[in-house]
């Protein structure tokens, strides 16, 4: 029996525009400066989007191509997970998303580690 997924990924241009507005221009992961063409600038789900299946901007990274696409469905090593709780609390005391009303370091950290123990293996770095 096939399961199927019953969100659907939406646009990320959005989160793109407030991300490259706030962030620094280099990519989560590996330091990359990145590019100003959106084709060369992605957007990522921290944990990945086949398991968490919602937009949240704080599950959302700026990253290079090379990450996003090496990346891909995987988790990031346990090291990213303590500069997503860094990153996080800079974003949201600028206060640009609602999303952050619904936010907390251990909720993120719970999101992570389930992902991990439902086949999300922790190892990817760049």
């Known amino acids: 029996m096939k ?3 019953i969100s659907k990924r939406e646009s990320l241009h ?3 525009n407030i991300l490259w507005k706030y962030e620094t221009k280099e990519c989560f992961y590996c330091g990359k400066v990145l590019s100003d063409k959106r084709i060369a600038t992605h957007v990522d789900y921290f944990i990945p989007w086949s ?3 919602s937009d949240n901007m704080w599950n959302l990274v700026l990253s ?7 990346k891909s469905n995987k988790l990031a090593k346990s090291l990213y997970l303590e500069k997503m709780f860094v990153r996080n609390e800079n974003l949201k005391l600028t206060a ?3 999303d952050f009303n619904y936010y907390s370091e251990r ?6 580690e389930y992902a991990g123990m439902n086949g999300y293996v922790e190892n990817w770095s760049p």
């Open 51 to 53: 398991y968490i299946q």
């Open 14 to 16: 959005a989160f793109y």
């Open 107 to 112: 909720k993120l950290e719970a999101l992570y």
């Open 3 to 5: 399961v199927e997924n």
């Open 96 to 98: 640009v998303h609602n």
């Open 64 to 70: 290079c191509q090379s990450c996003n696409t090496k």
